[in-house]
Each structure stands twice: as structure tokens, then as C-alpha cells.
């Protein structure tokens, strides 16, 4: 008999920052890295080691030692040192789809600095994986995965085949016993045979053949003596070959014949914690980043593409935001498991990342306006498809461009607020003067008002300054060469009194409702007719908000809503929770508030374009969970302000609830009652959706809780939300068991406050999922939180809707003298949803998915293009259409667009 292959990979996995800091655990890993490279190039028995598969690790070490970098792309070129292929490690589930396309993207180029990537998907260490990763996986030319958590009691064997909802697969390297089962090892050779028998011994049939054995875990260094350790074991024994080998070699002889096949997501808790509560703590920072995503995808890179020259793609600034993007989604920084300086810092990089993402967009978009042939405001349509819908502007006492029809005269539109006219004059001191110039930066004077023009002239009597304001921005206005001219006269007549005439006439801000504003184009502002105008009823304590589509009714007594007649939306349910930020976990003595003790509802605004009600509840909630009893104590006062919202000619509802919180140890829900019992839902993922039912798999380490992240929509029993930011959601109300089980409602959570990074003894999980370190900033107490979501009751485009609720048609004003005509398109794609418009490698690409199980044509509007993979080769050619499958992803690249 054969000895039984130990294949050993030396590695570390390296957390940028989790339980201390970046640049306290940065000072471990240049230690760590200082001492690799000198063992590496002293002992050729220490022949490999895998730097945790992102480049990340390598980059933050040589921004310290960048003299190091000749040595370690030495070793990696000689395939010593295994890089790639991720940036960071990622979680799947928290960061937007493109995110982890670029992510997968930067580290490859990156590792190409130092000879390549490794060839394969590792993912140590995140909690669950998405559907499509084979996909993403195997456009990037990888055939093999590396997992842990997640796999399902029903794959039995070390390896299995993992395949996308679209057929595509890879063969999956299961960690039963995760990236550490071969952590430090005893230095001696007859210890590591013992440790050896015992670790097959444990794996039992689990195993295939080889033994996998990762040699490290979390900022482990290396271990000096294992080559030594290695020859001697060989030696003494003939029960196995020992081998110091990389993740590639490995893999390259591992067979794929008989492997169970297990088909989309890998979310199951039967072996190792899932660690589900992620998705809920810290709401403010899944909401921050998820701003910050769609302000860079969806805005920032597809208007700088297609409204901006070809030559002025700021591919430096953009690089930079991806790059905190990036780095945010570090499984332990966007799961929010960490200390608050470091969740300080990913907030903080989610904030760099979207100002420069709206500063490009703004810009993208003056330079749309300033094309234009015609005066006046264009509205623009971020999204792909065609799209009509709410647009918001400040206009004066008149339309633009309709022949000056009073607005009082007008049904499709509506004031919502208004500014009378301010001719008058101030006379003031030089000085006051110099002191106010002083304060000016920009002609911006509010969000409603811009200064349009300034003149300036003078007399013996004094200096007169006249400033025209209105309502939009006039780009080419000096003002700070006005400022200057104003201050040189002053200069020269330092005595002289200064008269300042403002002339301001009327200025409103109105909603109106436009039609059919092509995808990724843009169209002259027509207020359209209004075929349903909303109206708002009073009844007593009920208020009304109908438009002949969807009929919302408040209840002024119990602060909830109805929709078509599905009522009790909007109920907020608020209970203990003395688990950490991993897991959610009940007190022993829980009480429930899921009733205001007083309400108020206040008309906001009547319609006909839109109509929006306050419903303002006062809770009273307990204060925080005893420890010891395990039961809530104290009390807090606190006001609920929940803003609904119709629209004319929609169906949707659009909510917005708002609070400063001050609890301790609690989650709050809102509940949602389903038009009819479901035994299933439908989230959207990366890259597609994700059918769940009613249990997640568990075991006694960790409750098998059916909490599950959704990126912007959850679908279940004919009710569709849409939501600002991933989300937890939950089925609830469950009656009936096994396959006759069904929920009446799905719940929402809107935060989750917690004191530990991790903790003991809890109920849903025993033992500690890291370091029992209290975290204050977990607990969001004097936070203000806001949860902005919608509900359509019925039959629902969830794809449509999300982009119609997240993604707003925009108002850019122009002043014409361009080429434009009023309404076009920069790009028409058809059949299938859009995730990426951006100019790579100096032609414009475009990435998009199939959401649907069958084929499909994709249409780009006569162009032609070629496909290409995430590496940028191209796959094949096509000429104005092309066909994709079921869930397919394509890249697609058009040249001379």
C-alpha cells in the first residue's frame, strides 16, 4: 500500500483589521514578512508559502519595506511565495456584485507585478458564499475553489463540484475543519506523525485520498523548522509522504471524478458557524458603503463613460475609490465584527470613496448640460432601461420652456416649496463688507438658490453692487473674479459706503412626473399629464392615499398602514438581544413592544404628483438586558417618525423610519404581513437572486437562525420590498410544519445593538466566534437611524423597482450652444440588467447579467463589440446582439464607442 500524500501549504491569514487596528496588526504582519523572506531565501526545504490569497497583504508590507519588493517577486516568480487572486478577502454577501468583480480584477493585475495570480478561488474564511462565484470564478479562468463555511451536512467528501445557477462550475476544496487544521505543528517528527494519524482519524470519510493540511491561521508567522521537521518525519516512517507544497500543486493532481455536486449559494451552519448576525449590526455602515457603491457604480463610472470625452476618463481618481471600496470589503471590516476605530475607518474610507464618486458624477453631468443645443433643465436616466417617474426642481414663477404658464395654473405639477421675490437694498460699511467677502465660497447661496450674475459700478456717493440670484447654476459665472473686483475697490476707497441691491424673484421647488426618459439618456423637462394623480382622504384617525393604482390607508391608532388592503405594514417590533456582533441571541426573559403608547399623523403633502404622510409614534423601550436575570430593565421614551409616501401613476409605497435610538441590547424589526402565506423568498444576490425557505441548517454551536442579507429586494407571497442598503430579513408568523409550513409575514430588521465583539454562553451560539472584547460603538445608542424602503403589493418587476426607488431619474440644467437634440441615448442595452458601464483599456465595457432562467438576447443598438473574460481576453465577437443564458454574466467591450 501506497503511503497517503500530506500535501502541507504554509500560510498566514492575515485579517487588515478585525479586534485591533490596521496598522496594529500592520506592524505584526511587516514582523511576519521580515522574517519570511530571509527563511525563504536560506532554506529551500521551507519551498512554499500562501499569503492569504490577497494581495492586500503584500502591498500594506511594502509600503513599509518598499526596498523589499525585488526579494519577494523573486520568490514569487520562482512560485515560493503563491499570490492572488483577490485584493481582500471579501464577504460575498455584504458588497455589491461589481465589487467583487473588481476586487477579483485588482488583485490579479496586482499579482501580475510579481509573476501572476494563483490559479485559484480561495475563500477561507468568509461567512457563506454566493450562487454565481463558480461563475465569477471561471470567467477569471479559475477552475478550483477553496471553502469553509457554508457547505451543507449534505456534501460528505473534502471536495465537491460547486456549479452557478448557470451551469458553470468549479471543483470546490472543502476545509472541514477549516484554514487551521494544520496550524502550528510540532516540531518534532514523530509528534507530527502522532498529530497526523490522529487528524485522519478525526477527518474519517470525509477524506478523498491526499490530506490537505493549511500550516497557519489568524497572523500566524511561519514555522521555521518545517522543512526540517518534514525530511525527518518522511524518514521514520512509510505511512505517509510528507510535502511542503502551494495550494496550485495541490490542487493540479486532485481528481474530479465521482464528486457530489451541490448547486448555488453555501450558507449552512451544519459544520462551521455561519455567523449570520453580521448582516444586522452596525446598519450604519451597510448602508453607508452601499450609498457609496451605488454612487461609484451607477453614477460615477457610467456618466463620466458616456457624457464625458473619451480622454477625460479619470481612471486615477476612480482607481482610488475602488481601492477603498475594496479594502472595505474586508469580510471583518464590512461585517462591522470589529473594534470601533476600525469601523470608524471603513466608514471613513465609504465616505472618501462617495465623494469622489459624486464629485465625478456632477462633473459628468455638467458636461452633459453644457452640450445641450437648448436652454433649459434635462432630465437624465442613470438606469439602463427606459424609465418614467418623480423628478424634483426649482423653477421661478414659471415653467422653462412652455411660454411662462402660471404654475397655479398647471395640474401636473406640484409646488412642494416656494420663496417669495427679495428685491431690496442693504447699505453697509466697508468693512462689513471685507468680513462678508471673506465668507463667500462659490456662487451656491442653498440647495435652491444660485447667484446668476453680479455687477458692480461706483459713484461719489459710494460703490453700488447688484446680485441677480435664480435657480440654477450658471457654470460660466466669475464669481470670484467679481469677489476680487469688489475687493480692490474697496482697497482704494476703504471709506466708502457700499450699496447692495439683491435681486431675487420667485423661486419654487416643484415635483413633476415625466414620461419615457431613455436608458442611459437623457430628455428636455415636459412635466407629463398625470394619468392617476394621488389624492389624500381623512377619516377620524385614518388618512387615505389613493391614485387608482394602490390604495394606502394609516391608522392613526396603531400607527401602522394597509396596502390594498394587507394591513399592519409598518408594525415595529423591538425585543432583547444579548448577542454579539456575529449572532443574534434572545434573553432567557424576553419582552416584546410591538405597540406605541400614543400617535400622531400629519398630512405632509396632498398630491396630485405626490403625496406623503407622517406617522409620528412614541414607544417606550426598555433600557438595556441584565446580565444576570437575563431580562429587560429600565425605560426610554422614544419617538418613531415614519414618512409614507404615494406617487402619481405608481404603484409602489415608498417608507422612511427615523429615530435616534437609545437602547441598549435590542433588535428592532418591522413587520411586514404578506398578501398570502409563503413558504419561500426571493432575495437578490450577486448577481442574480436566491430562492430560501423557511430553516437554515444549524447545529448545537449555532442555532440554524433563518435570518438572511438581501442586497436591495426580497420578494415573498406577493409582496415585493425594496430597501436602501443590504438588509436582514426573516419569514415569521410560521404555521404548519414540514412541507405545509408557511409564514404570514416577512421582517425587516432595522438595527440590531450589541455591547461584544463576541461573547460566552449565549443562547443561539455557545462559544466565542473571536475576542470577548466589549465594543460601545456596537450598541448605536444617540445614533440616528433611518430605514428607507418600499412595498409593492401584487406583480412586480423587483429589478425595475430597485432601480426606480434607489436610482433616481436626475435634473441637470443647461444653458445651450451644444450639439445635442432634447432627448437621445449614449447607450442602448436591451434584454438584460446592467452592473458596470466604464472605459477599460481605452474602449467602453460593459458588464451585465441574465436575472432570468432562460436565454436571452442581449441588444446594443447595431453596435458592434466583442466579449471578453474578467482578464480582459476577448471570448468572441459580436455584431449588434448576442444571446445569453440562463443567470449568464457577460463582459462586453465596444470598441470606438
Known amino acids: 500500500m501506497s503511503p497517503r500524500r500530506v500535501a502541507i501549504v504554509p500560510h498566514t491569514h492575515w485579517d487588515r483589521e478585525w479586534y485591533d487596528t490596521f496598522q496594529s496588526f500592520r506592524l505584526r504582519l511587516v514582523e511576519t514578512v521580515d522574517a519570511l523572506i530571509p527563511l525563504m531565501e536560506a532554506d529551500p526545504s521551507y519551498a512554499r508559502f500562501l499569503l492569504d490569497g490577497q494581495m492586500a497583504a503584500l502591498d500594506d508590507y511594502l509600503e513599509i519595506r518598499p526596498g523589499a519588493a525585488p526579494r519577494v517577486g523573486a520568490?514569487?516568480?520562482?512560485?515560493?511565495?503563491?499570490?492572488?487572486?483577490?485584493?481582500?478577502?471579501?464577504?460575498?454577501?455584504?458588497v455589491s456584485a461589481e465589487t467583487i468583480v473588481r476586487n477579483l480584477q485588482l488583485g490579479m493585475r496586482r499579482a501580475a507585478d510579481f509573476g501572476g495570480s494563483m490559479a485559484v478561488g480561495y475563500l477561507p474564511d468568509m461567512f457563506g458564499h454566493v450562487a454565481q462565484m463558480p461563475q465569477i470564478l471561471r470567467a477569471a479562468g479559475i477552475e478550483h475553489a477553496v471553502v469553509w463555511r457554508g457547505v451543507p451536512a449534505s456534501v460528505t467528501r473534502s471536495a465537491f463540484i460547486w456549479e452557478a445557477p448557470d451551469g458553470s462550475s468549479v471543483r470546490a476544496e472543502y476545509l472541514p475543519f477549516g484554514y487551521g487544521n494544520g496550524a502550528l505543528l510540532p516540531d518534532d517528527a514523530k509528534a507530527l506523525v502522532r498529530r497526523i494519524t490522529d487528524h485522519v482519524e478525526q477527518i474519517g470519510p470525509f477524506l478523498l485520498d491526499d490530506l490537505l493540511l493549511m500550516n497557519g491561521s489568524d497572523h500566524?508567522?511561519?514555522?521555521?523548522?518545517?522543512?526540517?521537521?518534514?525530511?525527518?518525519?518522511n524518514a521514520l516512517q512509510d505511512d505517509y509522504r510528507f510535502e511542503i507544497t502551494s495550494l496550485p500543486e495541490y490542487l493540479a493532481q486532485a481528481s474530479t471524478e465521482g464528486l457530489q455536486r451541490w448547486v448555488g449559494e453555501l450558507r449552512s451552519g451544519a459544520r462551521a458557524n455561519m455567523l449570520m448576525g453580521v448582516t444586522s449590526n452596525r446598519v450604519d455602515v451597510k448602508r453607508a458603503v452601499a450609498r457609496a457603491e451605488r454612487a461609484l457604480e451607477r453614477r460615477a463610472e457610467p456618466y463620466?463613460?458616456?457624457?464625458?470625452?473619451?480622454g477625460e476618463w479619470p481612471g486615477r481618481l476612480l482607481g482610488v475609490a475602488w481601492t477603498q471600496m475594496v479594502r472595505n470589503a474586508a469580510h471583518d471590516s464590512i461585517c462591522a465584527c470589529s473594534v470601533d476605530d476600525v469601523v470608524d475607518a471603513v466608514l471613513h474610507r465609504a465616505a472618501e470613496a462617495r465623494s469622489i464618486s459624486?464629485?465625478?458624477?456632477?462633473?459628468?453631468l455638467q458636461s452633459l448640460g453644457a452640450s445641450m443645443a437648448d436652454s433649459g433643465p434635462i432630465v437624465v436616466n442613470p438606469a439602463a432601461r427606459q424609465r418614467s417617474g418623480l423628478v424634483e426642481l426649482v423653477?421661478?414663477?414659471?415653467?422653462?420652456?412652455?411660454?411662462?404658464?402660471?404654475?397655479?395654473?398647471?395640474?401636473?405639477?406640484?409646488?412642494?416649496s416656494e420663496r417669495a421675490g427679495l428685491p431690496g437694498m442693504l447699505t453697509l460699511d466697508a468693512q462689513t463688507v471685507k468680513t462678508i467677502l471673506g465668507m463667500i465660497d462659490g456662487a451656491r447661496i442653498d440647495a435652491d438658490a444660485w447667484v446668476q450674475d453680479v455687477t458692480i459700478g461706483e459713484d461719489e456717493t459710494g460703490i453700488d453692487v447688484t446680485v441677480s440670484i435664480g435657480p440654477e447654476e450658471r457654470p460660466d459665472l466669475q464669481i470670484a473674479e467679481a469677489v476680487q473686483d469688489l475687493r480692490s475697490r474697496l482697497g482704494a476707497r476703504p471709506g466708502a459706503t457700499v450699496r447692495v441691491r439683491l435681486d431675487r424673484p420667485p423661486i419654487r421647488r416643484i415635483v413633476a412626473r415625466v414620461d419615457g426618459v431613455p436608458g442611459f439618456g437623457w430628455q428636455a423637462f415636459t412635466p407629463a399629464p398625470l394619468a392617476h394623480p394621488v389624492q389624500v382622504t381623512a377619516d377620524g384617525d385614518r388618512v387615505g392615499l389613493a391614485n387608482g393604482l394602490t390604495t394606502v390607508l394609516v391608522d392613526g391608532a396603531s400607527g401602522t398602514f394597509a396596502v390594498d388592503g394587507v394591513a399592519g405594514m409598518g408594525t415595529l417590533v423591538d425585543g432583547g438581544d444579548l448577542g454579539d456582533s456575529y449572532n443574534f441571541s434572545p434573553p432567557a426573559a424576553d419582552r416584546l413592544v410591538d405597540a406605541p403608547e400614543g400617535v400622531r399623523v400629519t398630512v405632509m403633502e396632498r398630491g396630485p404628483v405626490r403625496a406623503r404622510v407622517a406617522i409620528d409614534a412614541r414607544y417606550r423601550w426598555p433600557d438595556r438586558v441584565d446580565g444576570g436575570s437575563q431580562r429587560r430593565v429600565g425605560e426610554h421614551e422614544v419617538d418613531v417618525t415614519t414618512v409614507v409616501e404615494l406617487r402619481a401613476d405608481e404603484t409602489a409605497v415608498r417608507v422612511e423610519t427615523a429615530f435616534v435610538n437609545p437602547s441598549r441590547d435590542h433588535r428592532l424589526r418591522v413587520h411586514l404581513p404578506l398578501p398570502r402565506p409563503a413558504a419561500t423568498s426571493e432575495a437578490e444576490c450577486a448577481f442574480?437572486?436566491?430562492?430560501?425557505?423557511?430553516?437554515?441548517e444549524g447545529r448545537p454551536d449555532e442555532h440554524g437562525l433563518p435570518t438572511f442579507p438581501s442586497r436591495r429586494f426580497v420578494a415573498a407571497g406577493g409582496l415585493t420590498v425594496v430597501h436602501d442598503g443590504v438588509a436582514e430579513y426573516e419569514l415569521v408568523g410560521v404555521s404548519g410544519a414540514g412541507e405545509e409550513a408557511r409564514a404570514a409575514a416577512l421582517?425587516?430588521?432595522?438595527?440590531?445593538?450589541t455591547g461584544m465583539l463576541s461573547r460566552l454562553g449565549m443562547a443561539y451560539r455557545p462559544f466565542p466566534a473571536g475576542p470577548l472584547t466589549p465594543v460601545e460603538g456596537l450598541q448605536l445608542v444617540g445614533r440616528r437611524i433611518e430605514l428607507r424602503y418600499a412595498v409593492a403589493v401584487g406583480p412586480a418587476d423587483p429589478w425595475a423597482l430597485a432601480d426606480d426607488v434607489l436610482l433616481p431619474l436626475e435634473v441637470q440644467g443647461s444653458f445651450g450652444g451644444g450639439t445635442r437634440s432634447r432627448r437621445g441615448s449614449a447607450l442602448e442595452v436591451i434584454g438584460a440588467e446592467v452592473t458596470a458601464v466604464r472605459r477599460e483599456a481605452g474602449v467602453l465595457e460593459v458588464r451585465l447579467f441574465n436575472p432570468g432562467h432562460e436565454e436571452t438576447t442581449v441588444h446594443f443598438d447595431e453596435r458592434s463589440g466583442w466579449l471578453v473574460d474578467l482578464r480582459g481576453s476577448p471570448l468572441e465577437p459580436?455584431?449588434?446582439?448576442?444571446r445569453l443564458r440562463g443567470h449568464g454574466i457577460a463582459t462586453v467591450r465596444l470598441p470606438g464607442a
Do not use: H, K
Open 75 to 94: 520568490l514569487a516568480a520562482a512560485g515560493r511565495i503563491t499570490v492572488g487572486p483577490w485584493y481582500t478577502l471579501m464577504d460575498e454577501f455584504l
Open 220 to 233: 500566524l508567522p511561519p514555522q521555521a523548522a518545517l522543512g526540517r521537521v518534514v525530511a525527518e518525519a
Open 304 to 310: 463620466t463613460a458616456l457624457f464625458s470625452g473619451a
Open 358 to 364: 459624486e464629485g465625478l458624477a456632477q462633473r459628468a
Open 395 to 416: 423653477v421661478g414663477d414659471a415653467m422653462p420652456g412652455d411660454g411662462g404658464a402660471p404654475l397655479a395654473d398647471r395640474g401636473d405639477v406640484q409646488v412642494v
Open 688 to 696: 442574480g437572486t436566491v430562492v430560501r425557505g423557511l430553516v437554515a
Open 747 to 753: 421582517a425587516i430588521t432595522v438595527l440590531r445593538s
Open 878 to 882: 459580436f455584431d449588434g446582439s448576442f
